[in-house]
């Protein structure tokens, strides 16, 4: 959670260590961290929060197997974000100023992508193995 205080000029953002957060000014990174609490100016600022904590991404596949039988596979996904200032250059996490809400999806646009590479690896080893194979495993 990201707790944002107005102030006449400034706001002061306070963040939760599970959070990394990117302080942008006028283009440029000023600092970045986990669990910052820094003050800083709307009009010239841009801030970027991304989730640092472990996220399940539930999923289901239907498939075929290699001797043509229909099957459903289902499973979890544990995913970490490693590098959060690269997933921030791939994806926009940058927040609103005035309550710390994301402006877009972020967290939808990147369960969707892990999503369908999980789908596609389960897609090549369903297709490719009969399905006595499936059934042992």
Do not use: C, K, N
Request: a neutral charge.
């Amino acid at each position: 959670m990201t707790d944002i205080r107005r102030y006449p000029i400034v706001r002061h953002i306070r963040t939760e260590p599970s959070s990394y957060v990117l302080h942008f000014r006028r283009g440029r990174l000023v600092r970045s961290g986990r669990g910052l609490a820094f003050v800083f100016r709307p009009s010239v600022a841009s801030l970027v929060l991304v989730p640092m904590d472990d996220r399940e991404l539930e999923l289901v596949f239907h498939g075929r197997t290699s001797d043509f039988q229909d099957v459903t596979a289902q499973g979890v996904v544990t995913f970490r974000v490693d590098d959060p200032q690269l997933l921030a250059q791939r994806i926009d996490f940058s927040i609103d100023l005035d309550d710390g809400r994301y402006l877009r999806t972020p967290l939808e646009q990147l369960t969707s992508q892990i999503a369908q590479l999980a789908q596609q690896l389960t897609w090549e080893y369903i297709a490719s193995t009969p399905l006595r194979t499936i059934l042992v495993e």
